[in-house]
């Protein structure tokens, strides 16, 4: 899908708030109600964009996360669908580089994240699990900032955030007559919700939707205290994704670039850091699953 300038602006105010009402983003990129409403309606059925909520972890008690190197007997396509068919693995990508799946987990405490690694150790055509135990999530575009303020009062306020979890931007009237509510105590419960840190609507976009097409993923061996040097990787403006972690590596992140010589370019940033000892990386071939309408799932 080609989008102009005006489509790339809409986006990116969408990435910042998902639920900017039509007349706002309107306002913002220069066109008419109607013409921002049919381009934001032709972005999403397009799948280059889509604008859900992402519940804060917290709230549903997913404590603990991971992230996995697995190596595969044979095609590693079918184990990919496998691990992306389990509810606690909310990111799956096919790679290069010495291992061909890269996950993310997130579980209810570490006995349920050592159940499911083991659960992923058993599949037919894991040949290895090398895991990256996160524990420190330094920067993350779809982890909604500080701890909630709020929490979901009863069964009401947890079907608007499974609604919002499928399409952020419901309108309150068509969000009220899914729920069973009025049109006015749907907006206030649903702007307690997103005002208390519960929950944050935003757009996933396809990289190469933004000219970003080239997803490359990396982990970092530090010399010493990671903390500093951490905060120094997640400040180099093509990093996206960035955790400390404990195992093999003492930082794993993800860089969004416009071309291999951009993905090069970082890459040598990171290299070039003092405490820096060595830097593993890996493409992101194919993105297999993005969602993170979670909740706490055994394996």
Known sequence: ?????????????????????YETLARRVGLSRPATRTRVRRLQESGAVRVVAITHPAVRRLTASAHLAIGTRGAAAPVARAIAGLSAAPFVT?????????????????????????????????????????????????????EPTVAPQDETDERILAELERDGRLPFA?????????PGATRSRTLRLLDGGVAQVVALVRPEVLGMGYLCGFAVRVA??????????????????????LGGAEVVGTLTAESFAAVRGTLEEIRELPRVREVESWLHLELVKERYDMGPHPA
């Open 1 to 21: 899908m080609e989008l102009d300038e005006t489509d790339l602006a809409l986006v990116r105010e969408l990435r910042e708030d998902g639920r900017l009402p």
């Open 174 to 182: 068509e969000l009220a007559a899914r729920i069973g509510l009025s």
């Open 224 to 245: 010493g205290a990671a903390a500093e040097t951490a905060e120094r990787v997640a400040a180099l403006p093509r990093v996206t994704f960035l955790s400390t972690c």
């Open 94 to 146: 096919l790679t290069s580089g010495r291992r061909s799946i890269m996950t993310e987990l997130r579980t209810a405490g570490f006995g349920e994240l050592e159940r499911t690694i083991e659960h992923i150790r058993g599949l037919d055509g894991v040949h290895s699990v090398d895991p990256l135990i996160a524990t420190r999530h330094v920067k993350d575009p779809y982890l909604p900032a500080g």
